[in-house]
Structure formats: structure tokens, C-alpha cells
């Protein structure tokens, strides 16, 4: 089992930028695919990027394409989003969380394991 810690978010002006970091323990972070979440007050928890177990590949929403980032380091457990020119709209809880090596998805119920989350709002 391994157990996920996000960490980074903020307050920040809309087109600014955060990196949300994510430290995994308990098992080594090459035995998984991990992913970002968010999730906006009275909206369903959405999926925002995911990272292959090696860092080869990876995958974002539309929404954030072009403008977050996500990628990883086994070696030190760490998994990051940056995210750039941010809007309003990103405001949000977002969580990191791992799937099995494997395993593919954009839907929460494909991942097994989750952080606690950190807030991440944008003023305009």
C-alpha cells in the first residue's frame, strides 16, 4: 500500500503559475500510475493529467492541455504538476493518486490510492 501527500497549492492571481507536488511512502512510486485530480465546490471530483509508471507517457484533460505539466521522479517518489496561466476556473481541491502499474484510466474508481488534497484557488 502506499500512501500519497500533496503539496503546493495556494492562492495565486489568475495567469500565474503553481507546482503541486505529491510524495508517495510506503512502497516505491515505479509500481504505479499516477494521476492529478480536481475537484471544484458542488462539482464531481474530474481527472486533470496521468503519467505512465515510467514517465513515458502521459495524458491531460483538454481543459488543461498546454498549460499543466505533469512528471515524476522514482527515485526520489515525487510526483509534480506544474500548472501555468492559470484561470479561475482551476480552482479547485486537487489530488494525487495511483493506480496499479498497469491499469489505464481518467476515472477516479481507476485509482486506488489518494492523498488528502491541497486547495489550489485563482483570482481573477
Known amino acids: 500500500q502506499v500512501q500519497l501527500a500533496e503539496s503546493g497549492g495556494g492562492l495565486v492571481q489568475a495567469g500565474g503559475s503553481l507546482m503541486l507536488s505529491c510524495a508517495a511512502s510506503?512502497?516505491?512510486?515505479?509500481?504505479?500510475?499516477m494521476g492529478w485530480f480536481r475537484q471544484a465546490p458542488r462539482k464531481e471530483r474530474e481527472f486533470v493529467a496521468n503519467?505512465?509508471?515510467?514517465?513515458?507517457?502521459?495524458y491531460y484533460a483538454d481543459s488543461v492541455k498546454g498549460r499543466f505539466t505533469i512528471s515524476r521522479d522514482n527515485a526520489k517518489n515525487m510526483v509534480h504538476l506544474q500548472m501555468n496561466s492559470l484561470k479561475p476556473e482551476d480552482t479547485a481541491v486537487y489530488y494525487c493518486?495511483?493506480?496499479?502499474?498497469?491499469?489505464?484510466?481518467?476515472?477516479?474508481?481507476?485509482?486506488?490510492?489518494w492523498g488528502q488534497g491541497t486547495q489550489v484557488t485563482v483570482s481573477s
Open positions: 493518486a495511483a493506480a496499479g502499474k498497469y491499469r489505464d484510466g481518467v476515472q477516479p474508481t481507476d485509482y486506488d490510492y
Open positions: 503519467i505512465s509508471w515510467n514517465g513515458g507517457r502521459t
Open positions: 510506503g512502497r516505491t512510486l515505479s509500481n504505479y500510475r
